[in-house]
């Protein structure tokens, strides 16, 4: 079982629509790290988390550390929001971050 | 300020060969991680340097190896490449002290492809 867990797999939304990434862990963490990927690779950081909630334009982060939950909203989608979403754990171990497999999401206009 | 640029961007390699990728952070930054990613596995943490020193490793084997300059710019290097090391290479700096709850600022990758 991987560590950390992303759903849903692939997600396709209308523009305008409400959308929620989940992101579930299995481990102690220190820190949760929202990515987010477009097409060709470029990785942008979204936020991180260590408790609460976090807010930066259309993006909200929410936290539940007794759950080992975190969601990524989006508020009135939009086609630029395509892209891959990622969810990064600190586990305090060697390895620094270790990550989710992603999710694809696709707003189509 | 320039955001972290990586070198070369391309390339192609043949099996058992060795190949070095450069990474150039944002200046005053001096941590630098760096991340393998596939569409099988996904990402994954590779090392992290800062002030020139390896502060963490992650599960790959002694063909990667990686160093970093007094300038922060930092090196990964494969050797006796295997078609499985075709891969996006990602490396990140972040500034402060390069704590796992900073902010990390991603280069554009540097795509290998082993034949």
């Known amino acids: 079982k991987n560590e950390v867990e992303q759903s849903p797999q692939n997600l396709t939304a209308q523009e305008g629509e409400f959308i929620t990434i989940n992101c579930s862990y299995s481990?102690?963490?220190?820190?949760l790290h929202w990515l987010q990927q477009h097409p060709g690779g470029g990785i942008v950081s979204l936020f991180m988390?260590?408790?609460g909630k976090k807010k930066h334009g259309r993006l909200i982060a929410t936290i539940n550390i007794q759950e080992k939950h975190s969601s990524l909203h989006i508020t009135a989608s939009h086609p630029r929001d395509s892209a891959v979403y990622i969810c990064?754990?600190?586990?305090?171990?060697?390895?620094?971050?270790?990550f989710g497999k992603g999710i694809t999401l696709s707003v189509r206009p | 300020k320039a955001g972290v640029t990586q070198t070369p961007r391309y390339l192609i390699k043949t099996r058992g060969q060795q190949v070095t990728l450069s990474c150039s952070p944002i200046?005053?930054?001096?941590?630098v991680s760096w991340y393998q990613q596939t569409p099988g596995q996904g990402l994954q943490f590779l090392f992290e340097?800062?002030?020139?020193?390896?502060?963490n490793k992650g599960n790959f084997p002694g063909r990667f190896s990686g160093r970093q300059f007094s300038n922060s710019r930092s090196e990964m290097n494969v050797s006796t490449l295997e078609l499985g090391d075709s891969a996006l290479y990602l490396c990140?700096?972040?500034?402060?002290?390069?704590?796992?709850?900073?902010?990390?600022?991603f280069g554009p990758g540097t795509r290998l492809t082993v034949l």
């Open positions: 200046s005053g930054h001096r941590s």
């Open positions: 340097y800062f002030s020139e020193t390896q502060r």
């Open positions: 481990v102690g963490i220190s820190a």
């Open positions: 988390l260590s408790s």
């Open positions: 990064a754990v600190d586990t305090g171990a060697n390895s620094k971050l270790t």
């Open positions: 990140a700096s972040s500034d402060g002290l390069g704590l796992s709850t900073d902010t990390q600022y």
